[in-house]
């Protein structure tokens, strides 16, 4: 059972006709009128839902605490819904949804204002809260993102990011990190919008510093700025590369020296000069010093030149010289058994060889140094001396000559010496005997060659034959 009033005043209730299904309160709202607005209560457009909460059609909400479907009526704020007031417990009444006649009429009356929201308006509240729920998210989304600036080796950018840290950072973009590589703010520190980080790769450098040879980290990109980094006096240094060479991540070869203090000395003068020399012999040089031929220095020419170090050069000269040496000449003796034993006679004098000798002589600063013979060579060969021995027995005595003072004599006469030769070359032996007279007695060779007791014998002989007159000033000493 239903009834439907047409065209009636606004707010007067009556019940929904049986198409219009169950009455769902909406709040404090007045009752809508009847259903022509939503013509004739179709049913709910697809994906909409009639459920409590849900959607209801495309364009609102419906539902307890929802929004009104579009075109619905809404009450001045405040104002409760025309008819007796229900407990918020009590089963819901029927709307009653005024007619067209109403609406006209309420036009007619001016259209008084009862607190209604426009159909347009109204679909566009739903939107209005997705969008306020959205901008809440986005805020928080908005405070969690950061604004960065990443250097990588010089090369900046900036980026957002939601990293807490430098190394979520590094991490989110792939930039690897090795124990050479330098990272500002260090790993793990805390990140900020507008924060800067900085990445700068290690490059490895195989540097010879002034003779020393090591391997070091660099994060500079030039060799000017490897140089700075690695506290190396560049000021007069000598670098094999270019100060503006960039360095590449596989690194370089350097060869630096360093302006060093070095004193020269030579020729009585001394020299200090400045200088990135690799050796001593090229410091010596730029001092004005040139070394010729074997000319040496203090230290070795080719070792490395050392701040403060003092090089003195010697000057050297080297020359030959030739000497001619005697080569002496052998004794060969032969037994004569004719002679008698103490007896000797010289068959062949001896002649020395020749021997040319050539020697390096050096001179060191002016002072000359012991010669050292190079090469030799035989000018003349000796011809050996060749002496015939006694062998035959000789007298004991010689009666009558035998008890004098003989050795007083010889002391007189030669001062005692066998081998005495007077300074005309004469005389020679013990008792001063000349050849001829030497000869006479049988002597042979030379006498102050033979033995001291053959002289003395052949003295006595003649002291036989003559007496003591063959030693005018020294005879009388025979009866002495």
């Known amino acids: 059972m239903s009834r439907s009033v047409s065209h009636l005043p606004y707010g007067t209730s009556q019940p929904y006709a049986a198409p219009c299904g169950p009455y769902r309160p909406y709040g404090t709202h ?30 609102g909400f419906d539902g307890p605490g929802g ?12 104002e409760a819904p025309e008819g007796a007031r229900r407990p918020a417990h009590a089963p819901p009444a029927p709307p009653v949804r005024s007619g067209a006649g109403g609406r006209r009429a309420a036009h007619r009356r001016g259209a008084r204002h009862t607190g209604r929201v426009d159909g347009p308006v109204r679909r566009l509240l739903p939107q ?38 430098v190394t979520e950072l590094l991490a989110e973009e792939g930039v690897e990190v090795g124990p050479h590589d330098v990272v500002a703010p260090a790993p793990g520190a805390e990140l900020g919008s507008g924060d800067e980080v900085a990445v700068r790769y290690g490059r490895p450098v195989r540097l010879t510093l002034d003779g020393r040879q090591r391997e070091v980290w ?124 103490g007896t000797e006679v010289v068959e062949q004098a001896g002649r020395p060889g020749l021997r040319r000798v050539t020697y390096a002589v050096r001179t060191v600063d002016g002072v000359r140094q012991r010669p050292r013979p190079i090469r030799s060579e035989v000018v003349r060969e000796p011809r050996p001396r060749v002496v015939r021995a006694g062998t035959k027995p000789r007298p004991a ?23 005495a030769v007077d300074p ?7 008792y001063q005997f000349d050849i001829r007279t030497w000869r006479s007695v049988g002597g042979r060779g030379r006498p102050q060659d033979a033995p001291a007791a053959e002289q003395t014998y052949r003295a006595k002989k003649l002291y036989l034959r003559q007496g003591a007159s063959p030693w005018p000033h020294c005879g009388a000493r025979l009866h002495g």
């Open 218 to 341: 660099t994060t500079a990109h030039t060799v000017a700025g490897a140089l700075r980094q690695l506290g190396v006096r560049a000021e007069g240094a000598y670098v094999s590369a270019s100060r503006s060479r960039r360095i590449g991540r596989a690194g370089i070869v350097l060869h630096v020296r360093t302006e060093r203090a070095v004193t020269v000395t030579a020729d009585g003068r001394t020299r200090t000069v400045r200088t990135n020399a690799a050796t001593v012999r090229e410091a010596v040089e730029e001092a004005g010093v040139t070394l010729r031929g074997r000319d040496a220095t203090s230290v070795p020419q080719d070792s490395f030149p050392r701040d403060g170090q003092t090089v003195g050069v010697l000057r050297i000269t080297d020359r030959e010289e030739v000497h001619e040496e005697l080569i002496p000449f052998r004794v060969r003796r032969t037994g004569d058994p004719s002679l008698p034993r």
């Open 128 to 165: 209005a809260l997705v969008v306020a729920f959205l901008a809440g998210g986005t805020t928080a989304f908005v405070a969690e993102d950061k604004a960065i600036e990443l250097s990588v080796d010089g090369r900046p950018r900036t980026l957002h990011t939601f990293a807490d840290d």
């Open 30 to 59: 007045k009752p809508y009128g009847s259903c022509e607005p939503y013509g004739a209560c179709e049913p709910p457009a697809p994906g909409g839902s009639r459920a409590p909460g849900g959607f209801d059609g495309p364009d």
């Open 424 to 430: 005309s070359g004469t005389y020679g032996g013990l």
């Open 397 to 419: 005595s010689v009666r009558g000559a035998d008890r004098l003072n003989w050795r007083g004599l010889a002391e007189c006469e030669s001062g005692g010496r066998s081998d």
């Open 67 to 78: 929004f009104a479907a579009p075109g619905a009526p809404v009450p001045p704020h405040g």
